[in-house]
């Protein structure tokens, strides 16, 4: 069984997170330290919580998760924790993880109502994501977010959505991948990537 670790920043509710993996066929642990993901096959950072709370959390243990990013193992970032992996954020003062190069934006407040909560089309701009095998373009997902990543390199950007401007809604890049949208509160759909990143993570063993 795989074995999926996702790392609580103590900001809320993973329940749902939690049981789209298990349903899925992920043996599921929650951990507040990457030294306890030593034996694990994936990690999933939630997007439940604030920015600057979040990084403060996950600095705690930074050279335990410095660690685990080298050994190439699958992570899933989910909205908070795709944004984390960058430069920095408008959200927030502190400096993101700095993975990915690019920053993290507000939605712009007079164009559309903040933050956005509904659902949302996906635009798939990369057919051979691993993330979307068996999906199809144009496909609902669920959003719930005020910000949005601008990667510096676009080629890394999997899918994108409108939101009174282009989101990249999803990214790969070596061993990451990432979704501004919610695929634990996604339905169908959110439950196949789900079932797409357990196989990621199987696969790379």
């Known amino acids: 069984m795989v074995k999926i670790s996702i790392f609580d920043y103590g900001a809320g509710n993973i329940f749902s997170l939690q049981s789209s993996l298990q349903r899925n066929g992920a043996q599921v642990s929650i951990i507040n330290d990457f030294e306890e993901s ?37 992570v899933l970032g989910i909205c908070l924790g795709m944004e984390m992996l960058f430069e920095k954020s408008e959200e927030g003062q502190l400096a993101g993880l700095d993975i990915i190069e690019g920053e993290v934006l507000s939605l712009p407040k007079n164009l559309v109502k903040i933050p956005h909560i509904g659902w949302n089309s996906l635009e798939i701009t990369n057919k051979k994501s691993k993330l979307f095998e068996g999906i199809p ?57 789900i079932k797409n990143f357990i196989n990621i993570c199987k696969r790379s063993k």
């Open 38 to 74: 030593a034996e694990v096959d994936g990690i999933v950072l939630p997007g439940v919580g604030n920015f600057d709370p979040a990084i403060i959390s996950i600095n705690k243990c930074k050279t335990g998760f410095s660690r685990f990013m080298e050994k190439n193992i699958p």
């Open 137 to 193: 373009n144009k496909s609902w997902v669920y959003f719930v977010h005020s910000y949005y990543t601008t990667p510096k390199n676009s080629d890394i950007i999997t899918s994108r959505s409108n939101y009174g401007v282009h989101i990249p809604a999803s990214i790969e890049i070596n061993s990451i991948y990432c979704t501004q949208f919610h695929p634990e509160k996604s339905s169908t759909i959110g439950e196949k990537m």
